[in-house]
């Protein structure tokens, strides 16, 4: 594999940190939910909120330790087109590292530290900020941001850069197309705390099959190819836990797995967590200093 190789996956993964929904405890009756439907829609009509998500799976892989995991965290303005993001893929460095070794070297390009790989990444309308230390040597001198728009990133021939691009047109909101899917009935848990505010917590299963029928495909990108994932471990369910606030908005959104591959009694087990908080807040932007940009249309071009 090759570091772009590498850097692709970190965009496809960092689709992901562009969602958003968190725990604690108390009792309390909680009113049935027939549907998730309305909630959805309360949700995705906030146009600002914080959001934090976690991933992490075990699973069979020659060479290394099995397990990989990420985090990322931030914010969005939908109408003033701003948001930000840090993402943490330390994790998934050190397993194709592991992976290398066990090969005898044959994963080539410079994999980095595994602190190298942690993203940051800014958006201010049309412009968005890109910092990402493994791909430091290939910026000018002093530089260690770069910005520009999607068209700018497209054309240039840094390392992945142009597949960062697409962060632009990310809208968090779209992770609420999980809750189209549920399928039969909506177990009532019990109220928690979650960051702080009361909440109700739901449980309910996903049908995968739905995601495809009932999601549009520019929505279905922000799930992180779910249902893809669901078919190949031949899942006809996904286990979803959901903490709702008093103004029906998620404030948690939870799914975890345990299960065998197809032909295969090695297990897989995976978990992701997503939580909102702050809602209604105006996001306060930290630019990079200037003198510590570089702009992608000054990077080297691809070649024709």
């Known amino acids: 594999m090759t570091v772009r190789r590498f850097t692709l996956l ?3 993964v960092a689709a992901l940190a562009l969602v958003a929904a968190g725990c604690g405890g108390s009792s309390g009756s909680i009113p049935e939910l027939a549907s998730l ?6 949700s995705a009509s906030a146009d600002t909120a914080k959001f934090a998500l976690t991933f992490e799976m075990s699973l069979p892989v020659p060479g290394a330790n099995g397990s990989l995991s990420f985090s990322a965290e931030g914010g969005f303005d939908t109408p003033a087109k701003r948001s930000q993001m840090t993402i943490d893929l330390s994790s998934l460095a050190e397993l ?6 066990s090969l005898g070297g044959k994963v080539t390009g410079d ?14 309308g049309d412009v968005v900020y890109l910092n990402f230390p493994l791909i430091a040597k290939e910026l000018p001198d002093g530089k260690t941001w770069v910005k520009g728009n999607a068209e700018d990133f497209s054309k240039t021939d840094t390392s992945g850069l142009d597949q960062f691009g697409s962060l632009s047109g990310m809208d968090p909101r779209d992770i609420f197309g999980f809750l189209k899917a549920v399928s039969g009935s909506i177990e009532s848990v019990g109220r928690e705390e979650v960051r702080g505010v009361e909440t109700s917590h739901y ?3 996903l049908d995968p099959a739905k995601l495809t029928e009932l999601v549009p495909a520019e929505q279905r990108k922000a799930l992180g190819g779910v249902e893809e994932a669901a078919r190949q471990a031949g899942l006809t369910e996904l286990p979803l836990d959901v903490w709702i606030d008093e103004d ?5 959104l939870s799914i975890d797995l345990d299960t065998k591959m197809p032909g295969s009694d090695e297990s897989v087990k995976a978990s992701f967590v997503v939580e909102l908080y702050d809602y209604g807040t105006p996001l306060e932007l930290d630019l990079p200093p200037a003198d510590q940009v570089a702009d992608a249309s000054t990077l080297k071009p691809k070649s024709s």
Do not use: E, N
């Not at 994999?111 to 201010?124: R, V």
């Not at 029906?248 to 948690?252: L, S, V």
């Open 10 to 12: 970190a965009a496809v």
């Open 37 to 42: 439907t309305q909630v959805a829609k309360t």
């Open 96 to 101: 194709m590292q592991q992976v290398g070794s």
């Open 111 to 124: 994999l980095g530290d595994p602190g190298d790989w942690k993203l940051k990444a800014i958006q201010d």
């Open 203 to 205: 449980r309910a299963t």
């Open 248 to 252: 029906q908005r998620i404030r948690k």
